[in-house]
């Protein structure tokens, strides 16, 4: 049922809730950052990671209108056949751009709210800090957790490293899984084994890279050596 290494995403073609095996999707799951996008252009920068093999794609537009937003997802959408498309907050902007999913932090939509608008096929992970968090999450319907920041980190300048055995509870109070995010490298990436993820979220572990495809390909080699 596995396409080729560079296409590592399952489809799951019988009865399902999702087309993607979400846990899965969560081994190598790439959050945009087009301030990397200097010497080549944002879609050849995300082509690239796809080609690695990350496992999933969020769309982070912070500075974009709402017109441009959607021109951007349905852009990637269009790129992302084989992985599913998350959209960072944008409830709206995942469902005109028919995206796969949305990511929610703690002080976005509340998760409740978001389901009944996306439905119960559309993924819906959620920023989580403690097990308390984590718990109320998967018992409101997420389908996964992003958890962290893991590491000190320069994409969120106010995001404090999380204590590895918070994550480590978290993991292990919860049926859904858990991907680490913030501040991650092929460097300390095996200080993350044994806390139970499921997979990492990277941003510039990737997209600051000159061999976007290389560096891509290193680090699922090392996430799928720990987790």
């Known amino acids: 049922m596995y396409f080729l290494r560079h296409n590592p995403m399952p489809f799951f073609l019988l009865k399902g809730k999702f087309m993607y095996n979400i846990k899965e999707a969560m081994k190598l799951y790439a959050v945009t950052d087009r301030r990397w996008a200097i010497k080549d252009s944002f879609e050849k920068q995300v082509q690239a990671a796809i080609t690695g093999g990350?496992?999933?794609?969020q769309l982070r537009e912070k500075n974009?209108?709402?017109?441009?937003?959607?021109?951007?997802?349905?852009?990637?959408?269009?790129?992302?056949?084989?992985?599913?498309?998350?959209?960072?907050?944008?409830?709206?902007?995942?469902?005109?751009?028919?995206?796969?999913?949305?990511?929610?932090?703690?002080?976005?939509?509340?998760?409740?709210?978001?389901?009944?608008k996306l439905g119960p096929k559309k993924i819906i992970?959620?920023?989580?800090?403690?097990?308390?968090?984590?718990?109320?999450?998967?018992?409101?319907?997420?389908?996964?957790?992003?958890?962290?920041?893991?590491?000190?980190t320069?994409?969120?300048?106010?995001?404090?490293?999380?204590?590895?055995?918070?994550l480590k509870a978290i993991t292990n109070a919860v049926s859904i899984p858990v991907v680490a995010i913030g501040g991650i490298t092929k460097d300390n990436l095996e200080v993350l084994q044994g806390t139970g993820i499921d997979g990492t979220a990277v941003v510039s572990a990737i997209f600051s890279k000159p061999d976007i495809k290389q560096a891509t390909q290193d680090l699922l080699s090392r996430v799928e050596g720990i987790i």
């Open 54 to 57: 990350i496992t999933c794609l």
């Open 64 to 116: 974009m209108s709402e017109i441009e937003f959607l021109h951007e997802a349905i852009k990637m959408k269009t790129l992302c056949k084989s992985i599913p498309l998350i959209i960072n907050d944008n409830i709206e902007i995942a469902i005109k751009s028919n995206a796969d999913g949305v990511h929610i932090g703690q002080h976005d939509t509340k998760l409740l709210e978001a389901r009944e």
């Open 125 to 152: 992970g959620v920023s989580t800090q403690t097990v308390k968090q984590a718990l109320l999450a998967e018992k409101n319907g997420a389908d996964y957790l992003g958890v962290g920041a893991v590491f000190a």
């Open 154 to 166: 320069s994409t969120k300048d106010n995001a404090k490293p999380l204590d590895h055995d918070i």
